[in-house]
C-alpha cells in the first residue's frame, strides 16, 4: 500500500491524542447493517454500532460519540453513540 506509513503516523497521532472516555463529534460517512461509520481524523473512520444508536442518520450527520476502547494491535477503536 503506498500510503501505509501515513496510516501509521495517522493512526499513532490519533491514539497519542486520545484515550478512552473521551466523547467526539464526528459526521456520518457511511451507513451499514449493523450500524454506521464516522470519521474520526482525516483518514481515521471507526464504526457507532446499532444498538447504541437512538435513531438511523444519515451520511453527513454529526454524532456525538465516546471511545469505549483503542485496540492498538488491530488498530481499531471501539465505539458508542453518546
Known amino acids: 500500500m503506498p500510503h501505509q506509513d501515513g496510516a501509521h503516523s495517522?493512526?499513532?497521532l490519533f491514539v497519542a491524542?486520545?484515550?478512552?472516555?473521551?466523547?467526539?463529534?464526528?459526521p456520518v460517512t457511511k451507513a451499514v447493517p449493523v450500524g454506521v461509520f464516522v470519521r474520526l481524523s482525516k483518514t481515521i473512520e471507526g464504526l457507532v454500532h446499532q444498538d447504541s444508536l437512538s435513531g438511523a442518520p444519515d451520511v453527513g450527520?454529526?454524532?456525538?460519540?465516546?471511545?469505549?476502547?483503542?485496540?492498538?494491535?488491530?488498530?481499531?477503536?471501539?465505539?458508542s453513540a453518546s
Open 61 to 79: 450527520d454529526l454524532l456525538r460519540v465516546r471511545i469505549d476502547e483503542i485496540d492498538r494491535t488491530r488498530r481499531r477503536v471501539r465505539l
Open 17 to 26: 491524542g486520545h484515550e478512552v472516555g473521551d466523547v467526539l463529534i464526528a
Open 10 to 12: 495517522a493512526w499513532d
